[in-house]
Each structure stands twice: as structure tokens, then as C-alpha cells.
């Protein structure tokens, strides 16, 4: 009943709509079939039904293993195709089941492994599961940003980024020290990939007048890319196409 509990709960969730004014920005980066990881960070309990209904598409909800002790949440989110995951210790059968999905269809996963309750403009400490998932199944991960936490009648922005495809050498799970690298890229991607949000947001990027040219940088990245480094990954091939 996955599927079609999906879109029925995408059309309840639409009805709220006008509470959650939300702009998305990227919509032309969006995958909407075939194989790919939707990434996000993690802000608030309202980050699963804005990014459904804003993010046209079907694909399956990655959650923690706790939703589970209670009987309704269970219930409901079973119905709505929730994969849920103990994150310390994943099931065999769940990881069959990600990798199953994978092979031509979506996921949508929070790296963070929980909800971040300090700065919303710093991810947490990524867990390595996304890279496992992106290195087996070869799926590109499609970064999602939440701008800051969902607040009734307050404006809020949605940032889709360029899908990340790193990792050439794919259909198998990496090492342990693998997987950190791939992990610590990723964090770096959506540290830059922030850093272009807040520069459209703040400055209003998508009225004509504010505009970049073609090929112009935000000043605000062309700094943090003099600043930071690209982590290496260790020596795994690297997709650079």
C-alpha cells in the first residue's frame, strides 16, 4: 500500500500548503525517475511532508529504527513506505531492501541520522550510510536544503542542488575508511552547496536585477572556496564527467 498512501498523504499535506509558504529553488535538478539518494538535512518534523510535496516523484523515506515503538507511527508510517533502519546496527533484510529499491528506484534519506536542534546553518556530523548506499547502488545523491525551521505563515526556501556523482568505481560497499572519505566529501559539497543558498536567498538571486552573470561566482563561495580544500577520496576513482 506504499505507493498509493504516498499520494494520498501528499494531498493531505498539500491542503496545509498556504501555512508553510515555501519557495524552491533548483527544480530543474530534480530526478523524478530512475535510480537516484534525495539527501537532506534535518530541522524539523514538517522537513518529510514539505519535501514530499514540493519534490514531485515517488521514493521511500529512510527512518530511524525508534518510529517503531509506537503502534501508530509504525502503523501509518509503514503504510507510507517508510524503510526504517537501526542506524548502529542495520538488519541484512534492511540493506537488501535499500539496495532493491536502488536499482531503479528512490530513496530519501537524512545523512545527519537525527534532527538537528542547533545551528541550522551547519549540517551535523554526516553517518556514513549515505555513502554505503550511493557507492553499492551507484545512484547519484541529489543534495536538499531546508533554509531554516518550518515556522506557520513564515516564508520559507527549499534548495535543490546538481546531483553528486563522485564515485566512479561503483557496485560494491567500500571500506570503513572508504566510506568516511565519501562521507566527508559529501558534508563538504552541502557545506558549499550552503553557502550558495544563503547567498541567493539574502540576496534575492532569482529577481532579474540581482542576477549573476554567466559564469560570475557569488563572492561569498569564490571565499570559501579560497579558504577550503576538496577532500581527497583516498584513492577510490573519482567521476569527475
Given at each position: 500500500?506504499?505507493?498509493?498512501?504516498?499520494?494520498?498523504?501528499?494531498?493531505?499535506?498539500?491542503?496545509?500548503?498556504?501555512?508553510?509558504?515555501?519557495?524552491?529553488?533548483?527544480?530543474?535538478?530534480?530526478?523524478?525517475?530512475?535510480?537516484?539518494?534525495?539527501?537532506?538535512?534535518?530541522?524539523?518534523?514538517?522537513?518529510?511532508?514539505?519535501?514530499?510535496?514540493?519534490?514531485?516523484?515517488?521514493?521511500?523515506?529512510?527512518?530511524?529504527?525508534?518510529?517503531?515503538?509506537?503502534?501508530?507511527?509504525?502503523?501509518?508510517?509503514?503504510?507510507?513506505?517508510?524503510?526504517?533502519?537501526?542506524?548502529?546496527?542495520?538488519?541484512?533484510?534492511?540493506?537488501?531492501?535499500?539496495?532493491?529499491?536502488?536499482?531503479?528506484?528512490?530513496?530519501?534519506?537524512?545523512?545527519?541520522?537525527?534532527?538537528?536542534?542547533?545551528?541550522?546553518?551547519?549540517?551535523?556530523?554526516?553517518?556514513?550510510?549515505?555513502?554505503?548506499?550511493?557507492?553499492?547502488?551507484?545512484?547519484?545523491?541529489?543534495p536538499v536544503l531546508v533554509y531554516r525551521r518550518p515556522k506557520?505563515?513564515?516564508?520559507?526556501?527549499?534548495?535543490?542542488?546538481?546531483?553528486?556523482?563522485?564515485?566512479?568505481?561503483?557496485?560494491?560497499?567500500?571500506?570503513?575508511?572508504?566510506?568516511?572519505?565519501?562521507?566527508?566529501?559529501?558534508?563538504?559539497?552541502?557545506?558549499?552547496?550552503?553557502?550558495?543558498?544563503?547567498?541567493?536567498?539574502?540576496?534575492?538571486?532569482?529577481?532579474?536585477?540581482?542576477?549573476?552573470?554567466?559564469?560570475?561566482?557569488?563572492?561569498?563561495?569564490?571565499?570559501?572556496?579560497?579558504?577550503?580544500?576538496?577532500?581527497?577520496?583516498?584513492g577510490i576513482e573519482e567521476n569527475k564527467e
Open positions: 500500500m506504499g505507493k498509493p498512501f504516498y499520494y494520498f498523504s501528499k494531498f493531505l499535506y498539500g491542503l496545509g500548503r498556504p501555512l508553510y509558504p515555501t519557495k524552491v529553488i533548483g527544480r530543474e535538478n530534480i530526478i523524478k525517475k530512475g535510480k537516484c539518494i534525495y539527501a537532506c538535512n534535518h530541522l524539523s518534523a514538517i522537513d518529510i511532508p514539505m519535501t514530499q510535496v514540493h519534490i514531485p516523484g515517488y521514493r521511500r523515506y529512510i527512518g530511524k529504527v525508534d518510529f517503531t515503538t509506537h503502534k501508530l507511527s509504525k502503523f501509518l508510517l509503514d503504510k507510507f513506505g517508510v524503510i526504517f533502519i537501526d542506524r548502529d546496527k542495520p538488519a541484512l533484510s534492511t540493506m537488501r531492501e535499500i539496495f532493491s529499491v536502488l536499482d531503479d528506484g528512490q530513496i530519501f534519506i537524512f545523512p545527519e541520522g537525527t534532527r538537528n536542534k542547533g545551528n541550522e546553518n551547519e549540517m551535523q556530523e554526516l553517518k556514513t550510510g549515505l555513502a554505503l548506499f550511493a557507492a553499492k547502488s551507484g545512484a547519484p545523491v541529489v506557520i505563515f513564515h516564508k520559507n526556501y527549499l534548495y535543490i542542488g546538481k546531483p553528486i556523482d563522485i564515485i566512479k568505481n561503483k557496485g560494491r560497499l567500500p571500506s570503513a575508511s572508504d566510506a568516511e572519505a565519501i562521507t566527508l566529501r559529501y558534508a563538504y559539497e552541502f557545506a558549499r552547496l550552503r553557502v550558495e543558498f544563503n547567498d541567493y536567498v539574502e540576496n534575492k538571486r532569482w529577481k532579474k536585477k540581482n542576477r549573476l552573470g554567466e559564469g560570475e561566482v557569488p563572492p561569498a563561495l569564490a571565499a570559501f572556496d579560497a579558504e577550503h580544500t576538496v577532500p581527497a577520496l583516498c
